[in-house]
């Protein structure tokens, strides 16, 4: 099974990579990173390069499809070559998927038109605005669509989508194998649950950095 995920410049690194540690460990599964051109992309924090090793000219008919996001979706939102790609790849994939504003961009492009998504909590407005409804959960299934919730929720998008591909005991293994087993030391993981002046200055930070 051929999996592609298009990096881009300012994408968040475990949007990416999350996702990629599971479905790497799928039997028969390659992977590939595909970019606007071939080569070292830089994510949004500019601490850390991941190489693409094709285009989007080049790679055209991989069978599933895993979305990041990161502030460098925003630039993308009319940028006709990578959503123009997204829909021919959509046309053809078994699986369409995304992690955090990654959802934008498929929305952007159409894919998410009357269908239910979610994305990065502070986004959830902006993805109403090209024809999704929002829905406040960590994974969103919509036939072949996955979409995920911010950042870390790729990795519960990854399990999900390895256990329609390959079965729960194979999904369950990889979760093991992995260690995903999640005991946070804070309780304030969405806005629901954060205090109000934390949920305040994440969103002072992510409106300078965007």
């Known amino acids: 099974m051929n999996i592609a995920i298009p990096i881009f410049?300012?994408?968040?690194?475990?949007?990416a990579v999350g996702p990629y540690e599971v479905l790497s460990r799928l039997p028969g599964a390659t992977v590939r990173f595909v970019?606007?051109?071939?080569?070292?992309?830089?994510?949004?924090?500019?601490?850390?390069?991941?190489?693409?090793?094709?285009?989007?000219?080049?790679?055209?008919?991989?069978?599933?499809?895993?979305?990041?996001?990161?502030?460098?979706?925003?630039?993308?939102?009319?940028?006709?070559?990578?959503?123009?790609?997204?829909?021919?790849?959509?046309?053809?994939?078994?699986?369409?998927?995304s992690v955090c504003t990654g959802s934008l961009l498929l929305a952007a492009a159409g894919i998410l038109d009357g269908l239910h998504a979610t994305t990065h909590w502070a986004e959830l407005d902006t993805l109403a605005q090209y024809g999704a409804h929002p829905v406040s959960e960590r994974v969103v299934e919509q036939g072949k669509v996955i979409t995920a919730a911010g950042v870390s929720a790729g990795i519960d998008m990854a399990l999900t989508l390895a256990a329609r591909i390959a079965g729960e005991q194979v999904a369950q293994a990889i979760q093991l194998g992995i260690e995903y087993d999640p005991q946070p030391p804070f309780d304030c993981g969405s806005p629901a649950k954060a205090p109000q002046e934390i949920v305040e200055l994440v969103r002072a930070v992510s409106a300078r950095a965007g």
């Open 35 to 97: 970019a606007a051109q071939a080569g070292p992309v830089r994510t949004e924090t500019r601490m850390l390069t991941l190489l693409a090793d094709t285009t989007f000219e080049q790679l055209t008919d991989p069978e599933v499809l895993v979305v990041p996001g990161g502030f460098g979706t925003r630039p993308l939102m009319d940028d006709e070559r990578i959503l123009g790609w997204l829909r021919r790849v959509h046309e053809r994939s078994q699986w369409t998927t």
């Open 9 to 15: 410049d300012r994408f968040t690194a475990l949007d």
